[in-house]
């Protein structure tokens, strides 16, 4: 539903709605973050981040709030950040909050007429005394939408398992990874259930690890990483890494041929299994 842009007077108008601060500690500090009853997707707890959703060329109004419940007035300071700020408008870009009361600082967020569909994250920033506390804005356009992700620079080292997530949709993802290491001599080296990750807006990059600290003394790992999201994005990608500890008894020479008795090994196993199916089979053939 589109709607109008409050002229900036008016705005100016509504900037403190005053009232008690809810009963706090004495020790607790100022707070800034969704006003109450506003937009969708509220939970028991209120609201943890704006969300609003429309066509190209809506205009969105909300409400921050900053509490303040403590004895002394706080000014506090307000920008935004992130590729859409500049689609955001405060009512005002510094708010002095008197003792124990709440301000409502009113804005608007216009999308553009030639927005693309999908996510278009944003964030408000609060900043007082030395802190600074953010709220993210989530703005879906309506449209089309493409959830796409992959796994990129997957390598093993330090004790870690490194990798890179990239959203290469217009949506915003929840990743899930799991991880597996499997060895040329100890089979199942590692094993990881899928676990949740912090929200990968489109467009992001997020370069993450996996530790691995009890690696083997010697061996050849591959790792594999499974990562899903909804709706129904599933991507692999592998590495491999060669471990050899060495030792006053293990040297370069003992080393390489040790893995390479673990590959020689290895054919040997496949070649005398091969060679059992195929006596098998002459067997079945002549009887």
Known sequence: MRRHVLGVPLLLGLLY????????HAADAWTAGPAAGGGTRPDSNGRPYFYLQ??????FEDTLSIVNPERTPRTVTLR?????????????????VPARTRADVPFTVTVPATAQPGDHPGTLVAAADGREQRTEVRLRVSGPTLAALSVEDVRIEDGLIRYALVNRGNTTLTPRVAVRADGTLGGELLRREPREMQDLAPGRRAELAEIWTDTPALDRARARLTVTADPGVREEATATATFVEWG??????????????AGGLGIVR???????????AQEEERG
């Not at 496949?270 to 098998?280: G, S, V």
């Open 54 to 59: 429309g066509a190209p060329g809506t205009v």
């Open 270 to 280: 496949h070649r005398k299994r091969a060679a059992q199916e195929t006596c098998a």
């Open 248 to 261: 006053p008894g293990l040297g370069l020479g003992g080393g390489v041929a040790a893995l390479l008795a």
């Open 80 to 96: 935004t950040v992130g590729a859409r700020g500049a689609w955001i408008a405060l009512a005002s870009r510094q708010v002095r």
């Open 17 to 24: 709605v005053t009232g008690p601060a809810p009963a706090v």
